[in-house]
């Protein structure tokens, strides 16, 4: 991030036609959205929202209430309008972008049934394999799968640029991901394994013990250690390449035995849409446009990517802190402030569509508010 305007940025917030800092966290807000796009005008334009979907092999080991068919069913729903995601997409003025990255079922199958609501909604195939391999015995999906799926997330936000996107919020649809996120969080963060463990979709106190038994031994079985954030490089880890590599990203060191963890615990314990979120994330810093970061699994993505390249951050903007246990510390860890605790724990990405009228007002601020002089009003500070 580029910080030589941040004193022009903060006069210019210190003199609208307020008391200094009584805009509070829009403040804060402007000036991160300011220095994201190097301007004292920002803009937000043609918002977009990735919903990206994919099914987990650990879901078969019971850690989740919700059965593996609620996902290839909800993918539907969202089609025809029904969800909550497309609640909030039309009010908020969101293009909605629904993308099967590794559901397990053959959408090719279905008829089209084009909703009055959303004519033109269909489900994007970026089919990876029909769910992740199950990690409790082997790794989630091969090297292979790995990078195809950082190339996806990548891919579908350059597809968003190229529409005239500069804020992007993501969203997935996959029962049984907040196992995944449990165990990033505990080996990321360092936070003992039994406290990143939550309900999910809504375990009771026997489901959550057999859920943590369960992570438990995956993790023992992987043999992949916590990752020191210390011995993180502080350069960007991945270089994006836009010419026709047969990789998306390429190692600046395989020798490097911590950044060899890294990839191996995104890729032993990640789901398909999840590692294709973290591609879409580090795109859309190299695109200089805004993150929105949703909950508890969002907020572990952005935690992978940050720990990939430690820079994205200054792209996101944290949007809620919903009710999965752990989510708070996670957070913390992260340094990060969220906009909203309303309770969310539906996924989807609302929770960051919810907060997206905050963010247009934090821009609104430093366009349409007036200056102490052109107001004529004594700047009493």
């Known amino acids: 991030m580029n910080y030589e305007l941040k004193d022009r940025i903060q006069e210019k917030i210190d003199n609208l036609n307020k008391p200094k800092g009584s805009l509070g966290r829009l403040e804060e807000l402007a000036m991160q959205i300011c220095l994201i796009q190097q301007t004292l005008e920002p803009r937000l334009s043609h918002p ?21 068919e609620v996902t290839w ?15 909030f997409c039309r009010q908020h003025g969101f293009d909605l972008t629904i993308v099967d990255v590794g559901v397990d079922y053959d959408f090719t199958k279905l ?31 091969t090297q292979e799968q790995y990078e195809q799926a950082l190339k996806v997330g990548a ?23 907040t196992s995944p996120s449990s165990i990033w969080m505990h080996l990321f963060c360092h936070i003992p394994l039994e406290d990143c463990i939550g309900a999910g979709s809504g375990l009771n106190t026997d489901g959550i013990r057999h859920k943590y038994e369960v992570l438990k031994q995956a993790v023992a079985n992987s043999c992949v250690p916590s ?78 990517a940050c720990q990939l390249t430690p820079g994205v951050k200054d792209f996101m903007i944290f949007a809620h802190c919903g009710d999965e246990s752990g989510h708070r510390r996670m957070l913390n860890f992260m340094g990060a402030k969220p906009l909203l605790n309303l309770g969310l724990r539906l996924g989807e990405g609302t929770g960051a569509l919810c907060a997206y009228p905050i963010v247009d007002s934090a821009v609104r601020m430093m366009n349409e508010m007036n200056n102490f002089q052109n107001a004529n009003i004594t700047k009493y500070f």
């Open 48 to 68: 977009c929202h990735l919903l990206l979907g994919g099914d987990h092999g650990i879901e078969r080991e019971g850690v989740s209430v919700s059965p593996r």
């Open 73 to 87: 069913q909800q993918m539907i729903n969202f089609t025809r309008g029904g969800g909550g995601v497309n609640m």
């Open 111 to 141: 008829s089209s049934h084009p909703s009055p609501l959303t004519p033109h909604l269909s489900i994007l195939d970026r089919k990876i394999a029909r769910g992740t391999k199950n990690f409790l015995y082997e790794p989630a999906m």
């Open 155 to 177: 891919d579908l936000v350059d597809d968003c640029h190229a529409k005239g996107c500069n804020i992007v919020s993501i969203g997935e649809m996959g029962i049984g991901n």
């Open 227 to 304: 990752v020191a954030s210390d011995q993180r490089s502080s350069a960007s880890l991945f270089t994006l390449h836009s010419s026709l590599n047969s990789s998306l990203f390429t190692l600046h060191s395989s020798l490097n035995s911590s950044l060899f963890t890294l990839h191996s615990s995104l890729s032993y314990f990640g789901g398909f849409e999840m590692i294709a979120a973290i591609g879409a994330m580090l795109r859309a810093a190299e695109r200089r446009m805004i993150i929105l970061v949703d909950g508890f699994i969002m907020t572990a993505c952005a935690l992978a």
